[in-house]
């Protein structure tokens, strides 16, 4: 089971900060690659960011990059997206998955486990 974890509110400023925790409980997350995705309203699931079972093995959309970091933390089964200089494009439900496939893996169907997925709104 993957759990979702929300460690900030979901609700923040134009240029504001948040924090994602994405936490594992019945396997572990280190032989996984993680993905966030981001769900506007109306919209299909789009990839935000991902990690591979290598820390180094990283993927970020366009959109984020340079604003949002993700990092995995093996002790403590949890994968976290740091979520900096926060715009209201980047308003819409945050989703984390997992994949048995690298991050080359960008499309929603190619991930197996899914957490609930948290609504974050950036107001301007």
């Known amino acids: 089971q993957l759990e979702f974890v929300d460690s900030g509110g979901g609700l923040v400023q134009f240029g504001g900060s948040l924090t994602r925790s994405c936490v594992a409980s019945?396997?572990?997350?280190?032989?996984?690659?993680v993905g966030w995705f981001r769900q506007a309203p109306g919209e299909e699931h789009a990839p935000v960011s991902c990690?591979?079972?290598?820390?180094?093995?990283?993927y970020s959309a366009d959109s984020v990059k340079g604003r949002f970091t993700i990092s995995r933390d093996n002790t403590q089964n949890t994968v976290y997206l740091q979520m900096n200089s926060l715009k209201p494009e980047d308003t819409g439900v945050y989703y984390c998955?997992?994949?048995?496939?690298?991050?080359?893996?960008?499309?929603?169907?190619?991930?197996?486990?899914w957490g609930q997925g948290t609504q974050v709104t950036v107001s301007s």
């Open positions: 998955a997992v994949t048995p496939l690298d991050c080359g893996a960008d499309q929603s169907y190619e991930y197996d486990y």
């Open positions: 019945g396997f572990p997350l280190e032989h996984h690659a």
């Open positions: 990690i591979g079972v290598d820390e180094g093995d990283t």
